[in-house]
T-cell receptor
Framework: GAVVSQHPSRVICKSGTSVKIECRSLDFQATTMFWYRQFPKQSLMLMATSNEGSKATYEQGVEKDKFLINHASLTLSTLTVTSAHPEDSSFYIC???????????FGPGTRLTVL | EDKVVQSPLSLVVHEGDTVTLNCSYE??????LLWYKQEKKAPTFLFMLTSSGIEKKSGRLSSILDKKELFSILNITATQTGDSAVYLCGGFGNEKLTFGTGTRLTIIP
């Protein structure tokens, strides 16, 4: 089956630093990737939709300048949390759309803790 | 390696029918099992299950977890066309969330 990986799986950083999270589709090409943030009570919030070779589409209320998304290739999308603050601490999950099957495959998530 | 398997992959039923969706899991340091409904983009949270044998209900939807047999079921009674969606099951453990590939449910009017 289709596999999506995320790196790192866990990161702890100091307030004010930037953190980059990678999302890779390992055995298929993903024209579209999605970035989610998991809130308390386990709900997932869609942050942005990333299309290869074009600018990401951000959901309302998500700061574009704070959460930089780059979809550089058909197998890689990155989310950079700039000038991270403790309130950015969360679980970030990506998913990749295989396109032909209209199915999203989820990565295992990245736990970000900002001190 | 953690694994979550959902069955069936796809299900087509008539409006008013009752459906049961299955989810089996192998998750290291298992903490909870999550059910989501996905229609377009962002999945909608349905249930979080942590204890075995306790049924959770929300309207026509209900779910139960069996931690001994490592599976969960999601029941939908008196289905409506608005229930058509992909239903995702995810196992959360050890700071990692593993989803199954989902069950695509289609309700025919």
């Amino acid at each position: 089956g289709a596999v999506v990986s995320q790196h790192p799986s866990r990161v702890i950083c100091k307030s004010g630093t930037s953190v980059k999270i990678e999302c890779r589709s390992l055995d298929f090409q993903a024209t579209t990737m999605f970035w989610y943030r998991q809130f308390p009570k386990q709900s997932l919030m869609l942050m942005a939709t990333s299309n290869e070779g074009s600018k990401a589409t951000y959901e309302q209320g998500v700061e574009k300048d704070k959460f930089l998304i780059n979809h550089a290739s058909l197998t890689l999308s990155t989310l950079t949390v700039t000038s991270a603050h403790p309130e950015d601490s969360s679980f970030y999950i990506c998913s990749a759309d295989q396109g032909s099957t209209d199915t999203q495959y989820f990565g295992p998530g990245t736990r970000l803790t900002v001190l | 390696e953690d694994k979550v398997v959902q069955s069936p992959l796809s299900l087509v039923v008539h409006e008013g029918d009752t459906v049961t969706l299955n989810c089996s899991y192998e998750v290291t340091n298992f903490r909870s099992l999550l059910w989501y409904k996905q229609e377009k983009k962002a999945p909608t949270f349905l249930f979080m299950l942590t204890s075995s044998g306790i049924e959770k209900k929300s309207g026509r939807l209900s779910s139960i977890l069996d931690k001994k047999e490592l599976f969960s079921i999601l029941n939908i009674t008196a289905t409506q066309t608005g229930d058509s969606a992909v239903y995702l099951c995810g196992g959360f453990g050890n700071e990692k969330l593993t989803f199954g590939t989902g069950t695509r449910l289609t309700i025919i009017p």
